[in-house]
């Protein structure tokens, strides 16, 4: 089974910055899709960003313009970029893939991490 280990989590101001890593071990053969998602108190989880094996990206509009994720393919990573937080970033981040186990799977298998805090207040 692949496993997913999100870091970089924790406190920043209103403005700062902050860069979540996830990296992704065990059983994997193809990630086609790297991602992030969270969950604030009260809501529901929601896409933040995601990332394709070729470098396509796409962004919740709420973060476009702050947040930049990228990928390390041989790695087996994904990060997450967050420039000009605001307090309304504050939420449990969930690192996400999709991809096969094995070079025979027939599906996608999907994988969350535990993930990792971020909060945002002055």
């Known amino acids: 089974q692949a496993r997913l280990v999100e870091s970089g989590g924790g406190l920043a101001q209103p403005g700062g910055s902050l860069r979540l890593s996830c990296a992704a071990s065990?059983?994997?053969?193809?990630?086609?899709?790297m991602g992030w998602y969270r969950q604030a108190p009260g809501k529901e989880r929601e896409l933040v960003a995601t990332?394709?094996?070729?470098?396509?990206?796409n962004y919740a509009d709420s973060v476009q313009g702050r947040f930049t994720i990228s990928r390390d393919n041989a790695k087996n990573t994904v990060d997450l970029q967050m420039d000009s937080l605001k307090p309304e970033d504050t939420a449990v981040y969930y690192c996400?893939?999709?991809?096969?186990?094995?070079?025979?799977?027939?599906?996608?298998?999907?994988?969350w991490g535990q993930g990792t805090q971020v909060t945002v207040s002055s």
């Open positions: 996400n893939v999709r991809g096969l186990m094995y070079s025979w799977s027939l599906t996608d298998t999907y994988y």
């Open positions: 065990g059983s994997i053969f193809r990630l086609n899709i």
């Open positions: 990332i394709s094996i070729g470098g396509s990206t």
